[in-house]
């Protein structure tokens, strides 16, 4: 069946797997509604015979919000044709596409709806910038502000430690070769919050924003030991690179794929100078790294 396509919602009639694992699929009209994060099935006949689908109360659905996988199943399922999966809160579920073609359209529009971007901006309530709270209630999700003072436990919790004044690097005055708003992993709770990042020679810091920039984390840069684009780990997230140090790995999301590779040739950089001549001698003439320096000449004159 063709796909109906409007603003908001894409539909299609897939095969579903009826009972888990029983590899026997009931044909179903889907459709993804993107407004309302929501992937609904309806009974193909009974959504056929009338042309109110889209008012009609679907037999089921998923909450978009809490799929995090979407993926060809063919390795999985090589009996079944032009299958592919969802994960939903942990749980696989399977469907049957008519065509390759449909197959992959599909999949390409679950994966975009429910992709984690890093929000371009900030909401402002009373010309102070604040976050939001996320909480399922019943089932629900429910998104309410926080104001500015954030709950030092919930901190503590995200983060495995929180540096004050004590620590000798924040009354070095150093001038930044980076800064931005990306989003990072906490350790304990493995929530997504943004942060203010500033990257200087000799420590990369993050703070709750531009406005508090008192840093919640210092990592000197001599104990950063790699700096890489994370793969096949956060596959919700696009744009997600790792800070590797001895005691842990740090997950920062940033707002584009430019913005997370000049972090990471930025950081890089920064490694490279601060371990002495001998490693940038070596770095400088290493051929594969000199498209790496015309890189950063480049972002640096357009004032990265």
Not at 39 to 56: D, K, P, Q, T
Not at 82 to 100: D, M, N, P
Not at 105 to 119: F, G, H, Y
Not at 259 to 268: E, F, G, K, Q, V
């Amino acid at each position: 069946m063709e796909s109906r396509v409007s603003k908001n919602t894409f539909c299609g009639v897939l095969g579903m797997e009826d009972k888990e694992n029983s590899g026997e699929f009931v044909r179903r009209l889907v459709c993804l509604d993107t407004s309302a994060s929501k992937l609904n099935y309806f009974h193909e006949n009974e959504a056929n015979e009338s042309n109110e689908w889209s008012s009609r109360e679907p037999d089921g659905n998923f909450n978009v919000c809490f799929l995090s996988v979407t993926a060809d199943a063919a390795s999985l399922r090589p009996k079944i044709p032009h299958c592919f999966y969802i994960i939903v809160s942990g749980r696989k579920h399977y469907f049957q596409a008519s065509s390759e073609d449909e197959k992959q359209l599909w999949i390409k529009k679950l994966q975009d709806a429910s992709r984690i971007m890093v929000p371009q901006h900030c909401s402002i309530v009373d010309g102070v910038e604040t976050g939001f709270k996320v909480e399922v209630v019943g089932g629900v999700v429910l998104k309410t502000p926080i104001d500015g003072v954030l709950d030092v436990t919930d901190e503590i919790d995200s983060d495995d430690s929180v540096h004050h004044s004590s620590s000798p690097y924040q009354h070095i005055e150093e001038e930044p070769i980076k800064t931005g708003y990306c989003i990072k992993q906490g350790l304990f709770r493995k929530s997504w919050k943004r942060r203010y990042f500033i990257l200087s020679s000799s420590a990369f810091r993050y703070c709750r924003s531009t406005e508090d920039r008192t840093p919640i984390r210092i990592i000197k840069v001599l104990d950063i030991l790699e700096v890489r684009p994370s793969i096949g780990i956060h596959l919700n997230r696009e744009n997600v690179f790792e800070v590797v140090t001895q005691n842990r790995v740090f997950y920062v999301q940033a707002k584009s794929e430019f913005d997370r590779d000049s972090w990471i040739l930025a950081i890089t950089r920064c490694m490279q100078m601060a371990r002495g001549p001998k490693v940038i001698c070596d770095f400088l003439f290493h051929a594969e790294d000199v498209r790496f320096l015309k890189e950063i000449l480049a972002m640096c004159r357009q004032g990265f």
